[in-house]
């Protein structure tokens, strides 16, 4: 059986539509795309006024190689969202199929889910948010037809191991497709399983720039999976998905100037999501700090709304994460630098008061 049994055999059977730029590119004088002859004002060079390659090679080789994968087990899209997105649309069919996800976790599986009216699967999360296996298997029935882990899981930042997921692959295989979002592995003591695409056909891998590679704005994330799912994904995706000037900037953060300094962020925020966890454990008020491989810390307040309210008075966002299962105390704090993290360290060291003392009491220019 091939893992494309499990894909909507509507998707499997229709003609995919043919882009200009996918059936000719690289003539002298390019008329066949209905684009402009000039380039747009302030272009620099990019070449905007020209459709862009849909997964330009450069990006797909340099992505193929820091990844440890080949070129062709690569689909780059508008972040690791869109995958998601084309995941679920190319495997599950409406009022029929299913995910499967186990909260609290990232809400995009859900979300497109129920875009796509399929149904969802919920295992959750045992007391102490690891990955009951058992259960998962358990409740994969013949409608699910993809399974989402999340490792480091958003928003609890706990890892699931390498050896766990080997075991779900094989379990899977025939069954679903599994699908690992390791969005936020570059932060954690971990390898990615990204090379296990090699030797389960059911597993598939979702990688993003987003995160430690600090290029969220310019939306590249990417699918790792067997060629057999590039293609069929590439079936559903939008012709030319990836803007020029951002396939420039991930490119640029991909050369071996870039990594360095890619590199140096990395090791800064570890540090300071080791000093943070320290920190905040012992402040009046924290119930306790999540172990965390990510970039965020989940921290369990006495009351997480008061304290939400008192880091926004200081002008400082975090995230509420209160109506998440398991979770109805907690927020979750995203690791900055080491002046983001200094203030909010100020600001929870002060004795908790109402919302309006705190903000009186703040020195003059602690507003954000
Ligand atoms: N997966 C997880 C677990 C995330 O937390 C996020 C972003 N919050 C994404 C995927 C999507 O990332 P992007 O689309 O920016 O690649």
């Excluded at 780059?76 to 069919?93: H, Q």
Aim: proline share 6%; net charge negative; aromatic share 4%.
């Amino acid at each position: 059986m091939s893992v494309l049994d499990l894909a909507r055999p509507e998707i499997r059977a229709m003609q995919p539509y043919s882009s200009a730029r996918m059936e000719a590119s690289g003539g002298k004088v390019m008329l066949n795309a209905n684009e402009s002859a000039w380039a747009p004002p302030g272009d620099h060079g990019l070449g905007c006024n020209r459709y862009p390659d849909p997964q330009p090679r450069e990006l797909t080789d340099a992505l193929a190689s820091l990844y440890g994968v080949r070129p062709e087990q690569v689909l780059v899209g508008r972040g690791s969202d869109e995958a998601i997105d084309l995941l679920v649309r190319a495997f599950c069919r409406a009022g029929e199929d299913a995910i499967a996800i186990q909260p609290p976790t990232f809400g995009m599986y859900a979300v497109c889910a129920r875009v796509q009216n399929a149904g969802i699967v919920e295992v959750p999360l045992a007391a102490d948010f690891s990955l009951d296996a058992v259960a998962l298997l358990a409740a994969v029935t013949p409608a699910v037809k993809l399974v989402f882990v999340c490792t480091p899981n958003n928003p609890t930042g706990q890892l699931v191991s390498p050896e766990t997921i080997e075991r779900l692959a094989i379990a899977l295989k025939g069954r679903a497709l599994l699908v690992v979002d390791e969005a936020y592995i570059e932060f954690a003591d971990a390898v990615s399983v990204a090379s296990l695409i090699n030797r389960y056909d059911n597993l598939a891998v979702l990688r993003t720039l987003s995160k430690a590679w600090a290029l969220a704005g310019a939306r590249i994330g990417t699918l790792l999976a067997n060629e057999e799912v590039i293609t069929l994904l590439r079936r559903v995706m939008a012709p030319y998905p990836l803007p020029r000037p951002c396939i420039a900037l991930a490119l640029e953060a991909l050369s071996s100037t870039g990594q360095a300094e890619v590199r140096v962020h990395l090791a800064t925020v570890r540090e300071q999501r080791e000093r943070m966890a320290s920190a905040l454990a012992v402040l009046p008020g924290v119930r306790e700090v999540l172990p965390s491989q990510a970039n965020f810390l989940a921290v369990r307040f006495d009351d997480a709304g008061a304290v939400y309210q008192r880091l926004l008075e200081a002008g400082i966002v975090v995230r509420d994460v209160r109506r998440y299962p398991g979770l109805g105390d907690a927020l979750r704090i995203t690791i900055g630098n080491v002046e983001e993290n200094d203030r909010v360290l100020t600001v929870l060291k002060r004795p908790a008061q109402d919302g309006r003392h705190v903000a009186d009491g703040l020195a003059s220019g602690e507003r954000a």
